[in-house]
């Protein structure tokens, strides 16, 4: 018998695969793609999107886009509604209201092709502690239609690119954490799905592990495939995104690239120039455009809203002045900056004006 764990995986997400199965031989003898890759603008697309449990409103007025080829980044805090959505998205759960369509699949009227099209590792994974890894996967690749030579390949290739050749044979039970997590993420890309949902992809692993796993999210970008994930790793995302959505309450309080979001956030990008001269805490004559932030023994740090244009004419001020330039480079802000300057100046239920 499978454990409760197991049992719960069936029942939650892929209560659906029955169906999926049974189809999967007719749709291959009719050429029918088993996942459409759609050639929508969107791969995921969700227009106030929502859920209510009862009197709570887990979910409220979510819209995102994320074309093929995009890694999006969901940002919040525990409870702010990101597995919520996700379920949303897998067809797990059912909107209270808007819409979405992954892969161009509506999530409501469409289930079986969402779930057909989407490759997902969430927190519980829902391994069957005992089967052989090599087994588990197999039997997953039944359950999305593939056929045998197809199936092996796969598994043989996913297997080989997560580590995990040795402990093949082995029962999931006796995997360690981080295995069991580059297990379940070999299962979400067994059937070469065009959208992926990932939460917390690295939770669990040592640094080689996840550095693995990140390389691994980095090659899966393709021209006809999108990511999601969900992470409180914000060095991971701003590695992985080139979209970042923040959630609080439901509601999406900041999105964009990370670039625009430390503009909009955290004010025009702050440059330091050094030195190879003492100015000892004295300012030089600088453009007007120029607002200096701080100035130390050989150096000093500066602002400016156009650096495109203004940090030539700078370089050329110190040079009239006999000030030798050593270096000239943008002083790095991290998203966890801008994750929390959302968090502390977005209203309640408000996004951040753009």
């Known amino acids: 018998m499978q454990n409760c764990e197991a049992v719960h995986s069936i029942l939650a997400y892929n209560y659906c695969k029955v169906n999926i199965f049974e ?27 929502s859920k209510r449990f009862d009197e709570f409103l ?14 999006m980044a969901l940002l919040g805090p525990n409870g702010a509604g990101k597995t919520t959505t996700v379920r949303m998205l897998t067809s797990v759960l059912r909107p209270s209201g808007g819409w979405a369509r992954v892969a161009g699949y509506d999530v409501a009227e469409q289930p079986n092709r969402v779930r057909a099209s989407v490759g997902v590792l969430t927190e519980q994974h829902g391994l069957y502690e005992r089967m052989p890894a090599q087994d588990y996967l197999s039997f997953f690749g039944e359950i999305y239609g593939l056929d045998v030579s197809t199936r092996m390949q796969r598994i043989g290739k ?47 692993m040592d640094p080689e592990s996840a550095r693995l796993v990140r390389d691994s999210i980095h090659a899966l970008r393709s021209a006809n495939r999108a990511i999601l ?107 966890e900056q801008v994750y929390l300057q959302a968090m502390s100046t977005a209203p309640d239920g408000q996004a951040l004006d753009a």
């Open 23 to 49: 189809q999967g031989a007719a749709r291959r003898a009719r050429g029918i793609p088993f996942a459409d890759s759609s050639s929508d603008k969107f791969m995921i697309e969700t227009e106030n999107l």
């Open 58 to 71: 887990a979910v409220d007025g979510v819209c995102l886009r994320i074309t093929p080829g995009q890694v």
């Open 158 to 204: 996913l297997i080989e690119d997560f580590g995990l050749v040795e402990f093949r044979r082995r029962r999931i039970g006796e995997y360690s954490k981080g295995m069991r997590q580059k297990l379940a993420l070999a299962r979400a890309l067994l059937h070469n799905p065009p959208v992926l949902l990932l939460d917390e992809p690295t939770s669990a």
């Open 229 to 335: 994930i969900c992470t409180h790793n914000l060095v991971e995302a701003e590695e992985l995104a080139d979209q970042i959505a923040i959630i609080r309450r439901g509601r999406i309080i900041a999105q964009g690239t990370p670039a625009d979001l430390k503009r909009r956030l955290l004010g025009p990008a702050e440059y330091e120039v050094c030195l190879s001269v003492d100015i000892d805490g004295h300012k030089p004559h600088l453009p007007p455009e120029v607002d200096i932030t701080s100035v130390g023994v050989r150096s000093l740090r500066f602002r400016t809203e156009r650096p495109e244009q203004v940090n030539p004419q700078l370089l050329q001020s110190l040079f009239e002045q006999e000030l030798p330039v050593m270096s000239l480079q943008e002083v790095p802000r991290s998203l």
